[in-house]
């Protein structure tokens, strides 16, 4: 078991990071003698509800099942359960308890946020990706039709509980979409982290306890790290998105829901290591590095058949990353040094599309430019 | 004309105050050269919405004009707005304009607060209530059917320009509402400022110009200090609510918009003065010195008609000002000295009810206790 300290003066808060941690009782010390709520879904209801139940003593009216999916975090859903909270008379010193992935942290972290405007939230997250990427930062939100996260809140949880043995039950997409974002750590910060990463892979999809803490608390703590510097995304914090833009136009492109997040930054990541290498500015060996492990994570590394250049363009332009009227992308100096930048050939992004969009590439592993 | 800066680290902003600021350019410097749009309602646009389109260049597509009143504060309508910025593709550098009263401001500012996860938002203040109190605090909000503003969050704006001259076309009961809330800044921290608006209550009431600016900047100067040392509301910046436990009570019993947030708070700064002096904390002759100015104020003093102890209580019980299961109310040390306190005896509280909910009341001036 570890434990990460976030640092933000009076919204510090503490990670707990191990396996068996959701039996244990002196986690909820701080909290369980408040009002408290809980938001889950079905899926994860299944096998964490009802312990959980037992040991914070909650009855049922303290506890909304959602169905589980993307189309959750929505401004409706958002709503019902602010009608919900006010009908059970949650007082503002409550407190949400998030037992679930991003998708129930995102929404229910919003709700907090705007609840009587801001109470506490503790976050149990349940996934690989929650766990390694949601749980730090305090972005909270919801999605529209006209893009991902478009309305939201910067709201810290007061609390994260990231039990490890919550992943034995992740379907294996959700588990491998995970190992995306914990390779993104290594990519854009540390390159000592992404040797160790490709010594250990077998034994974090395995699912070695030691490996899955360590790999959870370092993620954690390169993103408390760079989020303490930055807490509003104003600077450094464009940074962790990495694969992000690329990502998030294949996944607008798809429609949410048809290739999980960290799917879609894999390929991101291939993306962004591809056009950094054109531009000159890695190794072609080193973009290779980073697809190979992509791939041999059992990542997608290109993006869907029939995606254009033109769909990526068209996708990006809509991204909250366009300042200025201008693109900004986040590349690579070196595997482990990212930057932030609109100051590229955009003909080399240009060629990083055709050949990722291309009709004859090969679906699992790509070369990368010479 | 004064300039009062609020200190708040990174999100400090200036608030410029006085007679016709709305057709000078340079106080839009700051902000002209980025996307705008600006949201007002029906009532203020037909006589300020022309000169500040004007002004700032906009066309209609920027401009967006709803139906006057406090039915608009609904995520219904933050919904609608949201929509549309993603619609009109505001970009996250982009920035809100809030023309109008306390209502374009709580839910300009709540949309400000949420999309993209908080953007930019500058308040032009037209009515006396939302010049002295909700252009300072960062309080933005909507409400619910179970509650006055119980979603929304703290969001400053980037700028506040209160000009005086828009006071000229407002109608004469929210002048009186605006003025409630400048006794309340004298009552609860500044007793020289108490006697300030004793002698000039008639000339704010003519609104001239000098006093109207002179209560403004010393208003808000008040609210600002105390929220620099409380951004977040969980000490002193409670003091502000001074009446407002009562006044919320009134305004829910009555349903939002039967009296104006004003006027209720106006009757509970004279609850509020009448259960500390029976309570022994000031003198009776300071209660009645606290009536007298709200009534000389041509202000209500008494609950509406009908509405019992029974019905504050309930109300009350509600208040986000519960906490850990005790009402806590803002009461009076002195004139200018106001304290927040859950210590207090309930039965002195059910005196002050009794007194002023009685039916034989004089529907205007009450005799504080004895």
């Known amino acids: 078991m570890q434990t990460l300290n976030v640092a933000l003066g009076d919204r510090s808060y503490p990670i ?25 879904d079905d899926h994860v209801a299944r096998h964490y509800l009802a312990p959980l139940r037992t ?4 009855d049922e009216a303290a506890v909304r099942i959602l169905t589980a999916g993307e189309s959750q975090k929505s401004w409706e859903q958002a709503g019902a359960i602010l009608d919900w909270l006010l009908q059970t008379h949650l007082p503002r010193d409550g407190c949400l308890i998030a037992l679930g992935g991003g998708v129930i942290g995102d929404l229910v972290g919003f709700c907090a946020a705007i609840y009587q405007r801001g109470i506490d939230f503790v976050q149990v997250p349940t996934t690989l990706l929650a766990q390694v990427d949601s749980s730090v930062g305090g972005k909270t939100g919801i999605n529209h039709p006209r893009g991902k996260n478009m309305i939201g809140a910067f709201h810290q949880p007061r609390l994260v509980l990231a ?6 039950t992740l379907p294996r997409r959700e588990l491998l979409a995970g190992i995306a974002e914990i ?10 982290f992404f040797d160790w990463i490709e010594a250990q892979l077998d034994a974090l999809l395995a699912l070695d306890a030691e490996a899955i803490t360590y790999a959870v608390h370092h993620s954690c703590r390169m993103k408390a790290e760079i989020v303490a510097r930055d807490e509003r995304e104003s600077g450094p914090r464009a940074l962790l998105n990495l694969g992000h833009t690329f990502g998030h136009a294949i996944e607008t492109h ?34 290779q590095r980073c697809i190979a492990l992509v791939a041999r994570a059992g990542l997608p590394t290109v993006p869907p058949a029939g995606m254009t250049p033109g769909d990526f363009l068209q996708r990006m332009a809509l991204d909250k990353k366009v300042a200025h009227g201008k ?27 055709a050949s990722f969009c291309s009709p004859q590439a090969d679906p699992r592993v790509r070369t990368p430019a010479p």
């Open 55 to 58: 040991l914070l003593g909650l």
């Open 254 to 287: 798809t429609g949410y829901g048809a290739w999980l997040h960290g799917e879609a930054v894999a390929t991101g990541l291939c993306m962004a290591a591809d056009l950094s290498a054109r531009l000159g500015w890695i190794a072609p060996d080193d973009a």
């Open 16 to 40: 707990h990071i191990g396996p068996g941690l959701l039996g244990q009782t002196q986690w909820w010390d701080s909290v369980r003698a408040r009002p408290l709520r809980l938001i889950t």
């Open 163 to 168: 039990d490890t043995d919550t992943l034995k």
């Open 327 to 353: 693109l900004r992308l986040v590349l690579l100096r070196a595997i482990g040094e990212a930057v932030v930048t609109a100051d590229f050939d955009p003909a080399k992004l240009g060629e990083t599309l």
């Open 183 to 192: 390779i993104k750590y290594g990519m854009l910060g540390d390159r000592a």
